[in-house]
Every structure is written in structure tokens, then in C-alpha cells.
């Protein structure tokens, strides 16, 4: 695997742990009272949201510039954005697109006749 798809997955599965944990820190925080450490460490928790959204638009250029090299389809790629953004989702996205980037690779490696 290239080094761009190498880093899609990393940024991929980093993106996907951090997105479960500020729904989930959202959740928390609106489900408990002012005293939890949920509330008490907010600024902490935005600093986490806002290193995941730098992260989220890395990943979609990484998705961009995959989609350019290997000549992906629209739909396959706005899919793949799309579903990115969806907790837990967002690992079985990453994993299809993992099997595209393998496949379109070993095409473009073999010889053509």
C-alpha cells in the first residue's frame, strides 16, 4: 500500500476513535450535572473536538487526493466522506475504502498487455 493510503488509514481510525469519544463526551456532558468531570474539563473536551475536526479535513483530502490517483468514482468518494462522519460506521467505511485502495494499486502495478 502507498504511503498516502497508508496514512488514510491511520488518520482514518484516528479520526473514527476521537469522533465516538466527543459524541460520547457530548452526551455526557449534557446528561449529567455541572459538577461531573464531564462539565468541569469542557475546555479540555473542545480542545479534543477541535484537534478532530483538523484531523476530519486531513482525512478528507487524503480521501481526495486517493480519489484523484486512482481515479475513484464520485459516488464511492462522496459516500466515503459522508460516511466518515457517522460513529462506528466510519471504521467500516475506512475498511471498504482500504480494500479499494489495495485493489486499484495492484491494478495499476500489474502489466498491461
Do not use: C
Request: positive net charge; glycine residues 6%.
Amino acid at each position: 500500500m502507498s504511503k498516502v493510503g497508508i496514512a488514510y488509514r491511520v488518520i482514518a481510525y484516528i479520526v473514527g476513535i476521537n469522533l465516538i469519544f466527543v459524541i460520547g463526551a457530548w452526551i455526557a456532558q449534557m446528561s449529567t450535572d455541572e459538577l461531573s468531570w464531564w462539565n468541569r474539563n469542557s475546555g479540555l473536551i473542545g480542545t479534543i473536538d477541535m484537534i478532530h475536526g483538523y484531523l476530519f479535513m486531513a482525512l478528507l483530502v487524503l480521501i481526495a487526493v486517493l480519489a484523484r490517483r486512482l481515479r475513484w468514482k464520485p459516488p464511492f468518494v462522496i459516500t466515503t466522506m459522508l460516511l466518515a462522519t457517522v460513529p462506528f460506521v466510519s471504521f467500516w467505511a475506512e475498511h471498504r475504502a482500504a480494500n479499494a485502495i489495495k485493489r486499484d494499486e495492484a491494478t495499476a502495478l500489474s502489466p498491461q498487455p
